[in-house]
């Protein structure tokens, strides 16, 4: 059965959260890094 | 969060039944695959042929050991010889692995169709490839492969030649797969739960998967930063972890550490999933402390985040630093202890039977338990200082690794490899292979204790003739372990993957529960096509 919309965007949101999670964690600690030293 | 999906209207649709429409056959079913069955025996061919690459890489390590002074190769060579084997081992067969395990087994048992993003779920596989070649090619690269250990540490790092900028961007890219599979794994059990599954009702190897998705998510992209850094140092002028600029290698250290401790436990935590689904099975009663083991598995994912400088006692920490570590170090062995023992209290008095995915279980509890021991020691500052970077820690992390992480995937192929493939094994050739496999991997990895006592350092293709006996011992022992996993590859998988052998019933095992067994054997293509009806402890389909 394939997944209702409604799942999708369920889906997709949490996921959008845990990639931000993880990009925040990469970029943010190279970025403190750069600016404020290690 | 912790949705499930609802009830469909129809009840009446038979979600067993194998729709073929739409199947994809030939190459374009494994290129363009997006059904989590296939792409999980895509993982896990894919790591056991690393696992093979690394395995070779580690027995022309024990035949440059196998007598002092130097035979076959010059040192440079052995030490990319260590490093790759490092690297090809976590990134390429270990982890790789356990993706193949949560792809084939978390929408079975949580009675989910597919993964929430099967075309991502194709993208985390195919990304592995080009890393993997980029990763082994650094071999064929002037300068040869890297060479400064599978930690990478600055400034070794600074100086080696391109295959550690083609090592690096392959690091990149298993990362980011590693990233998208856990958001995948995270999001499929989230949200795609069968009605009744609740999370408290889960198999304990979709909880310990919870966890370690989690895990890599948090400290994956932290690898990536340090390296990316690393990256800048060597090409654009900055001076992050170079000291000649004025930057701090030993802050490496404790980035990479940052990562590379719950890196352990990524390794090793569904492995702990896997044996707490077998031991149950063969001691036919249900788990010892089920809520205890989750929030054991939890306490270690957390407690994983506050003890990386253990792994760096000698860089010159303060006393209070190294008390802090040693005391949070100390800490995981009770969670892990609550872990072991509940296996324990699961087999007492249990009405067990020694198939081989119980024979794998019970030797990987004896003998990860001497892992974890060694760990402790290796935990206490004072003695550490004395055993840092020696043969002890390398037995110490194989005997976590080999005997905790290998053998605990070999538990799980054994356990269910009937529904993966629709044929059981010859017990005999896993028992061979079992046995084999446990007296060689201690006949390799026991020695490298008194080694390490001793005062033989790690990383070295040359020792001095006191260190020769033992070192024999454990290239022999090397070899042996080596030819049992081609054993089991040629009278095991390949029996298994023509289809050789009796076929197997639905439900191989008389003690197993879970909605993975709901299903004929070989798990048909589509299952759970509509959400299964559950009885009231989430193990059996009922409508």
Redesign the interface.
């Known amino acids: ?1 394939a997944l209702t919309s409604e ?1 999708r965007r ?2 997709l949101r ?2 959008v959260a ?2 931000s ?3 925040v ?3 943010g ?2 970025a403190k ?1 750069l600016l404020f030293g ?1 | 969060m912790s949705a499930v999906l609802p009830h469909p209207v129809d009840h009446g649709h038979d979600h067993e039944h194998d729709h073929a429409h739409g199947h994809p056959h030939g190459w374009r079913r494994w290129l363009f695959a997006t059904n989590h069955k296939d792409i999980g025996t895509m993982y896990l061919l894919f790591a056991f042929t690393m696992f093979l690459v690394g395995g070779t890489l580690a027995l022309l390590i024990r035949l440059e050991l196998f007598q002092p002074g130097l035979q076959y190769f010059n040192p440079e060579l052995f030490n990319q010889f260590t490093t790759m084997h490092g690297l090809i081992m976590v990134f390429g067969a270990i982890m790789p692995a356990f993706v193949g395990f949560a792809n084939w087994m978390i929408p079975l048992q949580i009675g989910a169709a597919d993964m929430a993003f099967a075309r991502m779920n194709n993208l985390s596989f195919w990304l592995l490839i080009p890393a993997a070649i980029m990763l082994a090619s650094g071999f064929f690269l002037p300068g040869g492969a890297p060479a400064a250990g599978w930690t990478l540490y600055a400034p070794l790092t600074l100086q080696m030649g391109a295959s550690m900028d083609s090592s690096i961007f392959a690091l990149h890219i298993m990362g980011a797969s590693s990233i998208m599979g856990s958001i995948n794994i995270i999001v499929t059990i989230l949200n795609m739960r069968a009605p009744g599954m609740t999370l408290m009702k889960m198999p304990m190897f979709v909880w310990t998967w919870l966890i370690t998705a989690y895990l890599l998510i948090a400290v994956m992209p932290v690898l990536a930063g340090a390296i990316t850094m690393t990256l800048t140092d060597r090409h654009f002028h900055t001076s992050f972890f170079s000291p000649a600029g004025g930057g701090d290698p030993v802050m490496y250290q404790h980035v990479f550490w940052f990562f590379g401790h719950p890196e352990v436990y990524i390794m090793i935590l569904p492995a702990f999933g896997i044996i707490s689904q077998v031991v149950p099975a063969f001691a036919r009663k249900r788990l010892f402390g089920y809520t205890s083991m989750v929030y054991a598995t939890s306490s270690i994912a957390i407690l994983s985040f506050i003890v990386w400088a253990h792994h760096m006692y000698t860089t010159g920490m303060p006393v209070t630093g190294q008390l802090f570590f040693m005391y949070a170090t100390m800490l995981i062995s009770v969670p892990t202890g609550v872990k072991v023992f509940n296996w324990l209290a699961t087999m007492w008095r249990g009405s067990m039977t020694f198939e081989a995915p119980m024979l794998w279980a019970v030797g990987f509890i004896f003998v990860f338990t001497m892992g974890g021991f060694t760990g402790l020691i290796c935990s206490m500052a004072p003695i550490d200082i004395q055993l840092q970077d020696t043969y002890y820690v390398v037995a110490h992390f194989h005997y976590v690794l080999v005997a905790g992480s290998l053998f605990g995937m070999f538990s799980g192929y054994y356990y269910w490899a009937p529904k993966w493939t629709g044929v059981m094994y010859s017990e005999t050739r896993g028992k061979i292979h079992f046995w084999s496999s446990l007296i060689f991997f201690n006949v390799t990895f026991f020695p490298m204790h008194f080694l390490g006592l001793a005062g033989m350092p790690r990383r070295v293709a040359d020792y001095p003739m006191q260190f020769a006996d033992f070192n024999a011992v454990a290239s022999i022992g090397g070899l042996c372990f080596g030819l049992s996993q081609v054993y089991f590859l040629l009278f095991v998988v390949v029996p298994a993957m023509r289809g050789k052998g009796e076929p197997a019933p639905q439900r191989p095992w008389e003690g197993a529960e879970g909605l993975e067994w709901e299903v004929p054997s070989p798990a048909p293509w589509h299952t759970y096509e509509t959400p299964p009806k559950l009885d009231r402890t989430a193990t059996k389909v009922i409508g």
């Open positions: 059965m799942q369920k889906n949490l996921a845990l990639f999670v993880a990009l964690f990469a970029l600690f190279v890094a290690l």
